[in-house]
């Protein structure tokens, strides 16, 4: 009987389990290079049919990976917006607080 490979690399937090675990794994530089490899070949048409449907079954996975990476980077701007709003508006009213305590 054999172990499980517990040396496997996980999948990085916000990957989706649709995915491949190879593109799952993936940095959004790295989807997005092997994406435009991808495009590329499609583009040239010298493939055959299956390895063109290969290529494009291949290029929606990089594609959706590097959408979850765009997903998370707006997602960490907005909090960190809201942030920085809050903190804004917490010391504009310290502020306020402030000058009427001197009135």
């Given at each position: 009987m054999t172990e499980p490979n517990t040396d496997a690399p996980t999948a990085p937090p916000g990957a989706s389990?649709?995915?491949?675990?190879?593109v799952s794994?993936?940095?959004?530089e790295q989807a997005r290079d092997e994406?435009?490899?991808v495009v590329a070949r499609l583009e040239a048409g010298s493939e055959p049919l299956e390895a063109s449907l290969a290529l494009w079954e291949r290029g929606e996975a990089l594609a959706a990976r590097c959408q979850q990476w765009l997903d998370g980077a707006r997602q960490?701007?907005?909090?960190a917006q809201?942030?920085?709003?809050?903190?804004?508006?917490t010391s504009d009213d310290a502020a306020a607080d402030t000058e009427e305590d001197d009135a």
């Amino acid at each position: 009987m054999t172990e499980p490979n517990t040396d496997a690399p996980t999948a990085p937090p916000g990957a989706s389990p649709d995915l491949p675990a190879d593109v799952s794994a993936l940095s959004y530089e790295q989807a997005r290079d092997e994406l435009v490899q991808v495009v590329a070949r499609l583009e040239a048409g010298s493939e055959p049919l299956e390895a063109s449907l290969a290529l494009w079954e291949r290029g929606e996975a990089l594609a959706a990976r590097c959408q979850q990476w765009l997903d998370g980077a707006r997602q960490r701007l907005a909090a960190a917006q809201a942030g920085a709003a809050g903190a804004t508006t917490t010391s504009d009213d310290a502020a306020a607080d402030t000058e009427e305590d001197d009135a």
